[in-house]
């Protein structure tokens, strides 16, 4: 299992930006990665993952604001986000598993995930 530690959430006004960082403790040049959201009082929902050949998938919510990359150099997982909205207000994890991506899959089928980082759009 690998570890990952979220960094770069904070608070901002709406349609500001805000780019997240996730460190993975060994590669992951050969894993699924991705970020997961949870706002209050809701289910946690998928943003985006990226697959090992650089393909992308982001949630409806998040297409044409948010960009995902990855820097297999430095074993770390980005989530660039422009434009935000107060909805998108929540925790957000990083989170990885092992094999090709299939989309955003549930919570549930990760193999490792991260500790969450806040981010807080104010209206």
């Known amino acids: 299992q690998v570890q990952l530690v979220e960094s770069g959430g904070g608070s901002v006004q709406a349609g500001g930006s805000l780019r997240l960082s996730c460190v993975a403790s060994?590669?992951?040049?050969?894993?699924?990665l991705g970020w997961f959201r949870q706002a209050p009082g809701k289910e946690r929902e998928g943003v985006a993952s990226?697959?090992?050949?650089?393909?992308?998938d982001y949630a409806d919510s998040v297409k044409g604001r948010f960009t995902i990359s990855h820097d297999n150099a430095k074993n770390t997982l980005s989530l660039q986000m422009n434009v935000l909205k107060p909805e998108d207000t929540g925790i957000y994890y990083c989170?990885?598993?092992?094999?090709?991506?299939?989309?955003?899959?549930?919570?549930?089928?990760?193999?490792?995930w991260g500790q969450g980082t806040q981010v807080t759009v104010s209206s």
């Open positions: 060994k590669y992951t040049h050969r894993a699924c």
């Open positions: 989170v990885a598993r092992w094999g090709y991506c299939t989309g955003l899959a549930p919570w549930e089928l990760w193999d490792s």
């Open positions: 990226i697959d090992s050949d650089g393909s992308t």
